[in-house]
């Protein structure tokens, strides 16, 4: 309780009204995208894909100018910028997500299913971590430095050539072997159920689709360790940097499906997004000697990732010899 209220304390002074709307607003999207939308189980088509991914950046873009005039535009920069960083961030989870369904074989109609429960669970983590991480850099400056050191050389390993392979087998992930010590997996597949009862025993089992589930969630929490430093270096406004990331990380399921029928045009992005995670570290590392504005960090940021799509576009994609 006394660590919860050191976060309280860092926190804008927001009236309660706008973190409970904003997470019954989530809520009420999320029920409707389950309940209405996906009740039957199918394959999420391109067109539908393209649909909820402009919903989500309508809903976003909407939410910013609610920002821009309830509290300025020095907190609606921010949650652009750092919106559109973890947007963009968000598609090296897709690229893993597209391997964990190919590995598993997971069908396409069930896929949704999996990414609801594994994007919810992963706003609940990246909200504690962001909460966690405003109230430690308000305590103590000196993190931003190694968030700063950190995001610089993420950044230039991201950009050199190698093989970006993802060991995706369940065997290797310990949050999964420690899950099967526990509690009892079934062999086959059973639908889109994460749970069932065993008829010989009785006892609930575990699904390989929650294995599916555990795989997600972990690749995510990796995947964490870049994103949380990179929003926090753009705002350590809490309520800006929450919000951003929700907004982003829920658009991330329709992401997924669109991004998984028009792959070729993001050829050229994993550079994109090396140059703007090494922007935003060196950043960190002058803040105290160089102050660079939102506005010039939102231009950078806009500019490295409209580059980098209209070179996958515009440059023809080499052919491999056989």
Request: glycine share 6%.
């Amino acid at each position: 309780m006394p660590e919860f209220l050191a976060i309280v304390e860092t926190m804008p002074p927001l009236p309660w009204w706008a973190w409970v709307g904003f997470f019954t607003f989530i809520a009420t999207m999320l029920a409707i995208d389950l309940g209405v939308f996906q009740r039957e189980a199918h394959e999420v088509e391109l067109k539908e894909a393209l649909g909820w991914c402009a919903v989500w950046v309508t809903l976003a873009l909407s939410f910013n100018a609610v920002i821009w005039f309830w509290r300025g535009a020095q907190p609606a920069q921010e949650f652009l910028a750092a919106y559109i960083v973890e947007l963009c961030l968000s598609v090296d989870n897709v690229f893993v997500f597209i391997l964990v369904f190919a590995y598993f074989k997971v069908p396409p109609k069930y896929q949704h299913r999996v990414l609801f429960w594994g994007i919810v669970g992963a706003a609940v983590m990246r909200a504690v971590f962001i909460l966690v991480g405003v109230s430690v850099i308000s305590h103590f400056h000196w993190v931003l430095y190694i968030f700063g050191a950190f995001l610089v050389y993420t950044g230039i390993k991201m950009a050199l050539p190698g093989k970006d392979e993802v060991d995706v087998d369940p065997n290797h992930y310990f949050a999964v072997r420690l899950f099967r010590r526990f509690f009892p997996v079934t062999e086959k597949s059973y639908g889109g159920d994460f749970f069932i009862k065993s008829k010989e025993t009785g006892k609930l089992m575990a699904t390989p689709l929650f294995i599916v589930l555990i795989v997600i969630e972990t690749t995510d929490l990796v995947f964490a360790v870049d994103s949380i430093p990179a929003v926090l270096a753009i705002t350590r406004d809490g309520f800006i940097a929450l919000t951003s990331n929700v907004f982003a990380i829920l658009g991330l399921r329709s992401l997924y499906f669109a991004i998984n029928g028009i792959m070729k045009l993001f050829r050229y992005l994993k550079i994109g997004l090396a140059l703007i995670l090494t922007f935003i570290g060196v950043k960190m590392l002058i803040e105290a000697w160089v102050h660079l504005s939102i506005t010039v960090s939102l231009t950078v940021i806009a500019s490295v990732l409209t580059a980098s799509v209209l070179a996958s576009i515009l440059i023809p994609e080499e052919k491999k010899e056989k």
